[in-house]
């Protein structure tokens, strides 16, 4: 018998983002509950400076310690009808800890994978400013990816957001690229991610005449999506996407300033996922399983 597959029902990216705007509203006019007395947690404000360009880098997650993937959550592509499927876990290869972003993307009614933090502990934002008010550069990421060496046939991308209101899928976005290793090569590698290449998406669509990103009064959440949609005013696909397994082992996402700062950061603490879906407005609850009932591509065989 010969297995054939047969879509009965194409997502509606209009409807999709009605939907998911529509939650974001609801969310904004729902406030969080104040569930512990914790605020936030400091890092050690040990700096390391690069010799030659002078940058100062400071973590913002630290990934050899394994606590710090528990404040992370997956967002995948099941959202709008997709299969696609990671996790973030910790890993260690016998001398260091780490993260372990991995998963496998399929092109199948979406095509991406993503992880972000979980909603930050009464709505205490992250200061990526120093004692003068003066901002940092942008994000870093010290990563490798280990599943293969075409980095480049993948967008990279990192997320952010100016506005307590977690589920809204309008938020900052900005590329990045992995350098590939060289031959026998397997370091990591140190991606700056200034907050001026950052601009405001709806989902995977650019917001046309979208405002700068205005990191002075916080932000609320820090993300990474690995994805075959680019940031454009239109779904514009890469064209040598490559599907399938990926891994991408972190080590640290933080800060960086060009400028010298005795300035440590102060990490957010984030709910726990129980604690998130607890907080989640009852609406929510409700419209996220039927959009995702909607667009799920139903399939038999023949």
Not at 80 to 85: A, D, H, L, W
Request: proline share 7%; with cysteine; net charge neutral.
């Amino acid at each position: 018998m010969k297995n054939s597959t047969k879509t009965t029902r194409q997502p509606s990216l209009a409807l999709l983002m009605f939907l998911l705007g529509l939650c974001g509203r609801i969310e904004a006019f729902t406030n969080l509950k104040s569930l512990a007395n914790g605020v936030s947690s400091k890092i050690s404000s040990t700096q390391r400076s690069s010799t030659q360009a002078q940058v100062s880098y400071e973590p913002v997650f630290d990934f050899s310690d394994p606590d710090s993937v528990s404040k992370f959550d997956r967002i995948d592509d099941a959202i709008m009808g997709g299969i696609s499927t990671s996790s973030l876990r910790p890993s260690s290869d016998g001398a260091a800890s780490f993260a372990s972003w991995s998963g496998v993307c399929r092109t199948d009614g979406g095509g991406f994978c993503g992880t972000r933090t979980l909603p930050f502990r009464d709505g205490v934002p992250l200061k990526v400013v120093d004692d003068n008010g003066t901002p940092k550069d942008g994000f870093y990421i010290t990563a490798k990816l280990t599943s293969d060496n075409e980095p480049q046939k993948r967008i990279w991308k990192i997320t952010t957001r100016v506005d307590n209101v977690s589920r809204s899928e309008q938020l900052y976005q900005a590329d990045y690229e992995i350098p590939p290793q060289g031959e026998g090569e397997s370091e990591w590698k140190t991606i700056r991610i200034p907050f001026s290449s950052f601009v405001q998406v709806r989902g995977p669509v650019l917001v046309p005449d979208g405002p700068p990103l205005d990191v002075s009064s916080g932000l609320y959440q820090i993300g990474l999506t690995m994805s075959k949609f680019q940031i454009s005013s239109n779904l514009k696909e890469l064209p040598n996407f490559r599907p399938g397994y990926f891994e991408l082992q972190i080590k640290e996402i933080g800060v960086y300033s060009s400028a010298s700062s005795s300035t440590a950061i102060d990490t957010p603490q984030t709910l726990s996922k129980q604690e998130a879906e607890q907080n989640k407005p009852a609406v929510l609850k409700i419209l996220f399983p039927i959009a995702k009932l909607f667009f799920n591509e139903q399939r038999y065989e023949l």
